[in-house]
C-alpha cells in the first residue's frame, strides 16, 4: 500500500519559513519517479508549485516560487521536502505531496491528474 504523508506545516508570519516533508511508504513500481508539490487555498484549485525526479534530483518549479522555495529529497530515507522562504500571505493553503504516474516530461506541468498518489496534505497559514 502506497502511502504519503506530510508534515512540518504551521503558522508563520509573513517573511517567514517553513520546511515540509513528505514521507513515502509501499511505493515499489520503479525504482525512481517523480513527486510534486501541490498547495490548495480555500475556494481555489489545487496548484502545482515543484517536481523533483529522485533519480537525479532534477527539479521544476511553478514561476510564483521560484528563488522561494526549493524541493530536495533524501532518497535513502524516502523523504521529499519542500524548503520555503520569503513567505507571503498568498502562500497559505494545504500541500500536498503527490507521486507523478509518468516520465519527467509528463509531470513538469504540474498538472493534478497525472499524479497518482496524494498525502492528506500539511497546513500552511502566512499571517500579514
Known amino acids: 500500500q502506497v502511502r504519503l504523508v506530510e508534515s512540518g506545516g504551521g503558522s508563520v508570519q509573513a517573511g517567514g519559513s517553513l520546511r515540509l516533508s513528505c514521507a513515502v511508504s509501499?511505493?515499489?513500481?520503479?525504482?525512481?519517479?517523480?513527486m510534486g508539490w501541490f498547495r490548495q487555498a480555500p475556494g481555489k484549485e489545487r496548484e502545482g508549485i515543484a517536481t523533483?525526479?529522485?533519480?537525479?534530483?532534477?527539479?521544476y518549479y511553478t514561476d510564483s516560487v521560484k528563488g522561494r522555495f526549493t524541493i530536495s529529497q533524501d532518497n535513502a530515507k524516502k523523504m521529499v521536502y519542500l524548503q520555503m522562504n520569503s513567505l507571503k500571505s498568498e502562500d497559505t493553503g494545504m500541500y500536498y505531496c503527490?507521486?507523478?504516474?509518468?516520465?519527467?516530461?509528463?509531470?513538469?506541468?504540474?498538472?493534478?491528474?497525472?499524479?497518482?498518489?496524494w498525502g492528506q496534505g500539511t497546513q500552511v497559514t502566512v499571517s500579514s
Open positions: 509501499g511505493y515499489t513500481y520503479s525504482v525512481a519517479y517523480n
Open positions: 503527490a507521486i507523478c504516474g509518468g516520465p519527467s516530461s509528463y509531470c513538469r506541468g504540474l498538472q493534478p491528474e497525472r499524479f497518482v498518489y
Open positions: 523533483i525526479y529522485t533519480s537525479t534530483s532534477s527539479t
